[in-house]
């Protein structure tokens, strides 16, 4: 009688045991933030000196190409205007091209040819007092509008 009463115990405790782990982790989840993390929409891009004339590099994290061009300096949205997706530069064709339904771009963002309807975003780019380019995605600027260093 005994053995079977220890056994309905042990049951139960693991039972508890199992339902206390399970709530412990639900509430461990709702507590930790559901938050989505992007980069800042201003960025320092570093030294000038570290661009060449008529170079287009590639910002990974920022999807942003700093390019370099006899006019000056360009920050260019590498998002493609069609349906968004991340272009890439072609350096054997001189073109920012998009693999999904192939809008071509020249490095200062102008449409080349494809289904994209407008240019790729330029991005307001400054120098900071520090000397760095200061990129700022939260504003636009005209095409051929290059700062020029
Ligand atoms: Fe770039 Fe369609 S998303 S061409």
């Keep these: 009688m005994s053995d079977r009463r220890d056994f ?3 049951i139960v405790a693991a039972a508890f045991g199992i339902a206390g782990v ?3 982790i639900v509430t461990g989840q709702y507590l930790s933030p559901n938050a989505l993390y992007e980069p800042p ?11 060449p004339v008529d170079s287009v590099t590639y910002i ?3 999807q942003v190409y700093i390019v370099h061009s006899p006019e000056g300096f360009y920050a260019v949205s590498a998002v493609c205007t069609h349906l968004g997706c991340i272009t890439q530069w072609n350096p054997g064709d ?4 998009c693999p999904c339904h192939g809008s071509k771009f020249q490095s200062d963002g102008r449409k080349v040819e494809g289904p994209a309807p407008i240019p790729l975003f330029l991005w307001a780019i400054t120098l900071a007092s520090s ?4 990129v700022n995605k939260t504003e636009t600027v005209n095409y ?5 260093v």
Excluded: C, H, V
């Design 8 to 10: 309905l115990n042990e």
């Design 131 to 134: 000397g760095d380019l200061l």
């Design 94 to 97: 001189n073109m920012i091209e």
């Design 22 to 24: 399970g709530s412990m």
């Design 60 to 62: 990974t994290d920022q």
């Design 144 to 148: 051929g509008q290059a700062l020029k």
């Design 41 to 51: 929409l201003k960025f320092r891009a570093g030294a000038p000196d570290l661009y």
